[in-house]
C-alpha cells in the first residue's frame, strides 16, 4: 500500500525510529551503484560552524577579561562554552554518520564503516517544514541491519543531482505492522 492507497508515507510518520521494525527489501527489486560515486560536501557550514565559535569564545574571553573573573561573567562564560561543547558533539556525531561514498559493495561513512547492501533494509526520509509551511527534505537515512545507519543532508551536497540518481533507485524502509 503506498499514499495513494491511503497509507501515510513512511517519511512523514513521528513515530521513534528505534522502535520500528523494517521488513526486508526485496533484494531484486533495486539497482544498486556499479561505478563508485563520492559524494561532495559544501564546507559553507563549516565555515559558519567555525565563524560561530570564533564569535561566541572570543566574546565569551572578551567578557572575561573586562569584568575582572567576577562569579556571574564566569558562570555566563561557563554556560556559553558548554553550549559550544553541545553543538560541537551533535556535528562529530552527524560528520560519523554522513556518507563519503557508493559503490556495488554498499556504502562508506565518514568514519569508515562499509555498510553493506547484503545488510540494507531501506531508505527513510525525513522532512521538515518551513516558515512558509512547505515539506522539504532535511536528511535521507539509509537503514541497515544489526542497528547500521548513515546519513545524506541533501542541502549540503555539492553534486546533488548524482547523488539522487543513485538515491532515488533505491527501496523505502518498509514499517512491519
Given at each position: 500500500?503506498?499514499?495513494?492507497?491511503g497509507?501515510?508515507?513512511?517519511?512523514?510518520?513521528?513515530?521513534n525510529?528505534?522502535?520500528?521494525?523494517?521488513?526486508?527489501?526485496?533484494?531484486?527489486?533495486?539497482?544498486?551503484?556499479?561505478?563508485p560515486?563520492?559524494?561532495?560536501?559544501?564546507?559553507?557550514?563549516?565555515?559558519?560552524?567555525?565563524?560561530?565559535?570564533c564569535i561566541?569564545?572570543?566574546?565569551?574571553?572578551?567578557?572575561?577579561?573586562?569584568?575582572?573573573?567576577?562569579p556571574?561573567?564566569?558562570?555566563?562564560?561557563?554556560?556559553?562554552?558548554?553550549?559550544?561543547?553541545?553543538?560541537?558533539?551533535y556535528r562529530?556525531?552527524?560528520?560519523?554518520?554522513?556518507?563519503?561514498?557508493?559503490?556495488a559493495n554498499?556504502?562508506?561513512?565518514?568514519d569508515?564503516?562499509?555498510l553493506?547492501?547484503?545488510?540494507?533494509?531501506?531508505k527513510?526520509?525525513?522532512?521538515?517544514?518551513?516558515?512558509?509551511?512547505?515539506?522539504?527534505?532535511?536528511?535521507?537515512?539509509?537503514?541497515?541491519?544489526?542497528?547500521?545507519?548513515?546519513?545524506?543532508?541533501?542541502?549540503?551536497?555539492?553534486?546533488?543531482?548524482?547523488?539522487?540518481?543513485?538515491?532515488k533507485?533505491?527501496?523505502?524502509?518498509?514499517?512491519?505492522?
Amino acid at each position: 500500500m503506498n499514499a495513494a492507497q491511503g497509507e501515510q508515507p513512511f517519511g512523514k510518520q513521528s513515530l521513534n525510529q528505534k522502535a520500528l521494525q523494517f521488513a526486508e527489501p526485496d533484494a531484486q527489486n533495486f539497482k544498486k551503484p556499479v561505478q563508485p560515486l563520492a559524494v561532495l560536501y559544501n564546507r559553507k557550514a563549516n565555515v559558519a560552524a567555525i565563524i560561530l565559535y570564533c564569535i561566541v569564545g572570543g566574546l565569551s574571553l572578551l567578557l572575561l577579561i573586562s569584568s575582572g573573573g567576577r562569579p556571574a561573567s564566569l558562570i555566563i562564560v561557563f554556560l556559553n562554552l558548554a553550549i559550544l561543547a553541545i553543538i560541537i558533539f551533535y556535528r562529530m556525531a552527524a560528520k560519523r554518520k554522513s556518507i563519503v561514498s557508493f559503490d556495488a559493495n554498499g556504502i562508506t561513512c565518514a568514519d569508515g564503516r562499509q555498510l553493506l547492501w547484503t545488510n540494507f533494509k531501506g531508505k527513510h526520509i525525513r522532512l521538515r517544514r518551513t516558515q512558509s509551511g512547505l515539506q522539504r527534505i532535511w536528511r535521507i537515512e539509509f537503514i541497515f541491519s544489526e542497528g547500521g545507519e548513515a546519513w545524506l543532508i541533501p542541502l549540503r551536497l555539492k553534486n546533488y543531482e548524482e547523488v539522487l540518481s543513485v538515491v532515488k533507485v533505491l527501496p523505502e524502509a518498509v514499517v512491519k505492522k
